[in-house]
């Protein structure tokens, strides 16, 4: 009887060494998770292109997707989210502003997506008539990034062709008397039909089949100010999991992958 309760007893804590991950060769770590918000195009899809690599490092990246720029950044101030990536320093800095928000913190730059305009009723800029019908985003920071658009294509005029935060009170000469409609962003795909021209944030424009470098009237060019940034809460800035996840946004493959995927649409910024 001895003998048999020894064995037994051998046997459970066998057991309870593999449980526990005391074994050599079984972890005893659990994967730690990372949750991240994120608009569908492409930052939901670059975010999906390394969860793979990530969770061979340990990290379980749980990408939760929303497709308004507000409630990704709320979450994250409110601390219901680890972290998000889809906004850029100006759009963060009015966000700031208006929500009182002091915990967001960018921790590196990832991409550019290259703001464009776009008409289905004119192929030239020359053809825009006067009167024009023009929608842009409602946001201060996209507002004011359309307006500098349109002011470096002379359409428009502004105070200062430096200040991101124009808005329309900025302008000084109106030559065509373009009539502005203010829309939430992630409308303006669905308007496009319905007004002249249509100034559309890339990741929208994506969502909605359009080709920012074959589609578009206009567009910036790759040395934009608006980067998009991948923010985390000043609590966990500098976490393990965060210097993980920033090495892969900024690794080689990514950059390769968004080169290859968006083919200019989106333009790596590391």
């Known amino acids: ?13 066998a057991s309870a060494l593999v449980v526990t991950g005391l074994v050599p060769g079984i972890s005893a770590m659990a994967a730690e998770t990372l949750t991240i918000a994120a608009t569908p195009v492409p930052h939901a899809e670059i975010l999906e292109f390394i969860k793979p690599q990530l969770a061979k490092e340990g990290i379980d990246l749980k ?3 929303f497709t308004d720029y507000v409630q990704p ?41 290259p703001f464009a305009a776009y008409s289905t009723r004119y192929k030239k800029v020359a053809d825009i008539p006067e009167g024009a019908t023009v929608a842009i985003p409602n946001d201060p920071s996209n507002s004011g990034r359309a307006l500098l658009l349109l002011a470096r294509q002379g359409l428009l005029k502004l105070k200062d062709v430096n ?33 002249d021209l249509a100034l559309i944030n890339t990741n929208y424009a994506i969502e909605a089949k359009l080709n920012p470098v074959k589609d578009s009237l206009f567009i910036e060019d790759a040395h934009s100010p608006y980067a998009n940034l991948l923010v985390a809460r000043e609590d966990n800035k500098n976490s393990p999991a965060f210097k993980k996840l920033i090495a892969a946004l ?4 990514v950059k390769k992958f968004i080169e290859e995927k968006y083919k200019g649409a989106v333009v790596p910024a590391f």
Do not use: C, W
């Not at 009887?1 to 804590?13: D, P, S």
């Not at 900024?250 to 493959?253: D, I, M, Q, R, T």
């Open 250 to 253: 900024n690794s080689p493959e």
């Open 73 to 113: 950044a709320v979450q994250v101030n409110e601390k219901h989210l680890d972290g998000n990536f889809f906004l850029h320093q100006p759009y963060l800095n009015e966000f700031k502003k208006s929500h009182s928000n002091d915990i967001e913190v960018p921790v590196t730059k990832v991409h550019v997506e």
């Open 1 to 13: 009887m001895a003998f048999q309760f020894k064995k037994t007893l051998h046997q459970l804590l």
């Open 163 to 195: 200040n991101i935060s124009a808005t329309k009170k900025d302008i000084i000469d109106n030559p065509k008397k373009l009539k502005f409609k203010e829309l939430e962003a992630a409308t303006l795909p669905r308007v496009l039909n319905q007004v």
């Open 63 to 65: 990408i939760k997707v």
